[in-house]
């Protein structure tokens, strides 16, 4: 049975940094693109970033670009979200999605995690 | 970026009712089209990818269809356990943008 199972969220001041996890099990994780999409309070959904299977490609929407940083731990079957330089319309759920082909960088979802909140206020 | 737009914003519909949402790319994306539903306080479900084809487990109540700039979402027959956002997204290219959701409501 797939499993993502994201952490990390809290509150934190503006200007502050937070790391996301999301950890992976029942699939093969190394062999997946995984992303993050996020959604603000009442909001529709956002892309955020989105990382090839082996770590070597990533992209990032423009509002988090050069803020956050994706990455993975294929060992470890983590994804990771660093996210720095953080704003108050960053305030959101974080979910971390499976992509659904193996692969793939450019293959639709597949799997939805539960999500993470993160709350950036002072 | 490619700009996705989802109509009606918001839809009222009875019970049994068969129900179209629609999503409209602001340039051609081929096939590369995937609805997702979410429910109240939960997160978003895989509905269908490639504009038609059905995720495993999703019911055959909900079928898709298009290609190019306009696609279709349907619900056979409305049931209260369908009142949900729908949200459509291309993937076609990077970002991969969703539409603004469509919230389905039974009347």
């Known amino acids: 049975e797939v499993q993502l199972l994201e952490s990390g969220g809290g509150l934190v001041q503006p200007g502050g940094s937070l790391r996301l996890s999301c950890a992976a099990s029942g699939f093969t994780f190394s062999t997946y693109a995984m992303t993050w999409v996020r959604q603000a309070p009442g909001k529709g959904l956002e892309w955020v970033s989105a990382i090839s299977s082996s770590g070597g490609s990533t992209y990032y929407a423009e509002s988090v670009k050069g803020r956050f940083t994706i990455s993975r731990d294929n060992s470890k079957n983590t994804l990771y979200l660093q996210m720095n330089s953080l704003r108050v319309e960053d305030t959101a759920m974080y979910y971390c999605?499976?992509?659904?082909?193996?692969?793939?960088?450019?293959?639709?979802?597949?799997?939805w995690g539960q999500g993470t909140l993160v709350t950036v206020s002072s | 970026d490619i700009q996705m737009t989802q109509s009606p914003s918001s839809l009222s519909a009875s019970v049994g009712d068969r129900v179209t949402l629609t999503c409209r790319a602001s340039?051609?994306?081929?096939?590369?089209l995937a609805w997702f539903q979410q429910k109240p306080g939960k997160a978003p479900k895989s509905l269908i990818y490639?504009?038609?084809s059905l995720q495993s487990g999703v019911p055959s109540k909900f079928s898709g269809s298009g290609s190019g700039t306009d696609f279709t979402l349907t619900v056979s027959s409305l049931q209260p356990e369908d009142v949900a956002t729908y949200y459509c997204q291309q993937y076609n290219s990077y970002p991969f943008t969703f539409g603004q959701g469509t919230k389905l409501e039974i009347k």
């Open positions: 340039q051609e994306i081929s096939n590369h």
């Open positions: 999605v499976k992509a659904l082909d193996g692969y793939n960088f450019r293959a639709p979802y597949g799997f």
């Open positions: 490639a504009a038609s």
